[in-house]
DNA sequence: GTGCTTGCAAATCGTTTGCAATAGC
DNA sequence: GCTATTGCAAACGATTTGCAAGCAC
């Protein structure tokens, strides 16, 4: 079976066409793509696809732990397979999105003091200027 | 001078009456609140105030670093006059936003590995449900 | 055939823009 | 007077909603 059909049904959701494609665009393109993005990349080919599904199949994945919400943008949300406590890194020159992984030698538990508070959902962002832009800018 | 005048001027933002009451509410109301929450509170004493000058104002404030821009709620920014690193909690059941702060015997530095790129912002964002609300369902 | 899923069109709502009126040096 | 600031109304754009048609077991 195919791997983004397997995903679905672990996380509980039934596997129709439209959804099996959004999670198989989402595993395989880590760009931390935008609802829209997803629509302009698989209308394509499959013309009857419309934004509306891909709104509500993108929401059902994060309610159901497929895939999770990312806010770092303001202007709209954009969508990650990888659920897993990882940072991300948005460049305000280029707009790509980066995930950033924890350093090897580091502890999991970041410094904030929790106060009680029952945390279910952690989100990292880091904006600036990535890599390849300030090498760009040398040139 | 009133502190928020002497904040502006300190932040390089010429200090007009709008601006002034923005700024002011910003600084005693650490709710984080959003644009329209600020143009609903100040409008009744400010009649003329239009929610666009609350926008603007509060871009202004953000680009010259007197206030910072929290994009922890999808459905519209907040706004904090604290722009020291701290991170923030949002409770998915009253909506309120809580800062969190460091732990004393923490580090400074997360453990993300930032892999060459210049970061100029980092936000730390948690969702979950808050002390308040969890006793408050315990009842 | 009953309930879940999809897709169209319209509505919603936070935010931005164009532009004319106003205020402050 | 000239420039920065404000405020109205309209535009914009991402997302949501209402609802009818289609699909799956």
Redesign the pocket.
Known sequence: MEKAATYLINHRI?P????MAIMKYLLEHKTHP???EIYLALSPS?V??????V???L?LLTDHGAAQMITID????CFDADTSTHAHFLCKSCGNIYDLFSQKDSKEVLPFDLEGHDVTEMHYYYKGFCKNCISRKDE
């Open positions: 039934r129709s066409v439209q959804r935008s609802a829209d499959m009857s696809l419309s934004k509306t599904t709104y509500t199949t929401k303001e202007h709209n949300a």
